[in-house]
Each structure stands twice: as C-alpha cells, then as structure tokens.
C-alpha cells in the first residue's frame, strides 16, 4: 500500500528567509511521481512542483526545489526567499505510474506561517 | 491552462435532502476525473475515480449508494450525495488529469457542503 508522511503538523518562518518542509513515501512500486500542492485559505489546490521516480536531477520550479532522495524515500519541498504569501497549507502527494487511474494520495500536510 | 470548474461553489441544504456537485474540464477532455474529501483541518481523501461510459471506482469505506458518481461525458462528472445529513458537511473537490499529459492533476476550487 502507498502512504505519504509529512510529520510537521505547523511551521512558522521568517520572511525572506527558506524553508524546509518535510514528505517521506512509501510504496512498492518501481515507477511512481511525487507532487507538492499548495492549498490557501481560499481552498483551490494549487500544483507547485512534479518529480517522477527515474527523474534523475532534482526537480526546481522559481522559488521551488523538490529534494528528492530515493534510497531514503523522502521528497522534501525547499522554498527559497520565502513570502508572506506562502503562507498556506502545503501537500505532499504521490501517484503510481502503474496505476491506470492515476490516482493521487494526500499526505497530512504542513501549515506554514511566514512571519514579516 | 487547463481549468476544471465545480458547480456550485458551496450549498447549504436541510438533512435528507439530495445535493448534486458538477465538476467540468472546460479545455480538456478527461476520461477519468476524482473526488475528494476534505474535513476541516484535514487532508484530502479521495472517495472514488469517475469513469466515462462506466462505473465509478470507491475507495474502501466510502458507500457507493450514498455519494453516486456519474460521468457522462468527456467534460462532465458529477457527485450527488444522496439523503444528507450533517455528518456529510465537507469540501469536495475534484481534479482531472488531462488525457495528453498526466504529470499534472487540475484540481476544481472545491464546493463547500453545509447540512443543517
């Protein structure tokens, strides 16, 4: 079974300053995608950066870099410079390429605070 | 970009009655689209996958009777949570992968349920 942990419940950050927000997966399958969502308090997902399981340079998007490490199962999203706007709810996710359905799991995920 | 679009944007509806939610790709075609759950404070569970010209799949736990999936078109999925009552207040939010390119899951902006 797929299961995605973000084991930081709440994060407070000063501005300008970057983040760290931690995901580690599990999964038996070979091929898989990692995703990171952002969620505000309007609700909308708002899909920030993809990296798939034979991707072999770690995935950057502007301000955003997924730190993938494979051996260990992690797909920690780094913001750099952060903004008060990124404050909001952040989602690590992970879908099996196997699966025809394409379905995405949800970690817990992660509400981060920038403080000006 | 690729929009998906929900309708409506929230309801508020007395317990026992039927709400049906609409989720729309308006510049994609999708054969297959998902429903999600989200309890305040909570990730997203996904309930079922929509499936054009069949039956939807559900997740362990979710009752196919009561949330009924149909998807009847390229562009088209609804939900209908049938006799609701309170315990059904949640945002639902549906995503559709988009046929050429799967990397990406569009998500709708949520329909915010309230049963009285």
């Known amino acids: 079974a797929q299961k995605i942990t973000q084991t930081q419940p709440g994060m407070f950050v000063q501005e300008k300053e970057a983040v760290t927000l931690d995901c580690t997966y599990d999964?038996?399958?070979?091929?898989?995608?990692l995703f990171w969502y952002k969620q505000p308090s309007s609700g909308e997902m708002i899909f920030l950066i993809y990296?798939?399981?034979?991707?072999?340079q770690n995935a950057t998007e502007g301000r955003y870099s997924l730190n993938f490490q494979k051996a260990r199962k992690s797909a920690n999203l780094v913001i750099s410079a952060s903004q008060l706007g990124d404050s909001a709810m952040y989602f690590c996710?992970?879908?099996?390429?196997?699966?025809?359905?394409?379905?995405?799991?949800f970690g817990s995920g992660t509400r981060l605070s920038i403080r000006p | 970009g690729a929009v998906v679009s929900q309708h409506p944007s929230w309801v508020i509806c007395k317990s026992g009655t039927s709400v049906k939610i609409e989720c729309r790709s308006l510049?994609?075609?999708?054969?297959?689209m998902f429903w999600y759950r989200q309890f305040p404070k909570q990730s997203l569970m996904l309930m079922a996958t929509?499936?054009?010209?069949?039956?939807?799949?559900?997740e362990q736990g979710v009752e196919k009777d009561k949330f009924l999936i149909n998807h009847a078109s390229l562009t088209l999925s609804t939900l209908t949570v049938t006799s609701a009552h309170p315990e059904d207040s949640s945002f639902y939010i549906c995503?559709?992968?988009?046929?050429?390119?799967?990397?990406?899951?569009?998500f709708g902006p949520g329909t915010r349920l309230t049963v009285l």
């Open positions: 929509s499936n054009e010209g069949s039956k939807a799949t559900y």
């Open positions: 996710a992970m879908r099996s390429d196997y699966s025809s359905a394409s379905k995405i799991i």
């Open positions: 510049d994609f075609q999708a054969t297959t």
């Open positions: 999964t038996s399958d070979p091929s898989y995608g």
């Open positions: 990296q798939g399981s034979y991707d072999q």
């Open positions: 995503s559709a992968p988009r046929l050429a390119d799967d990397n990406e899951q569009f």
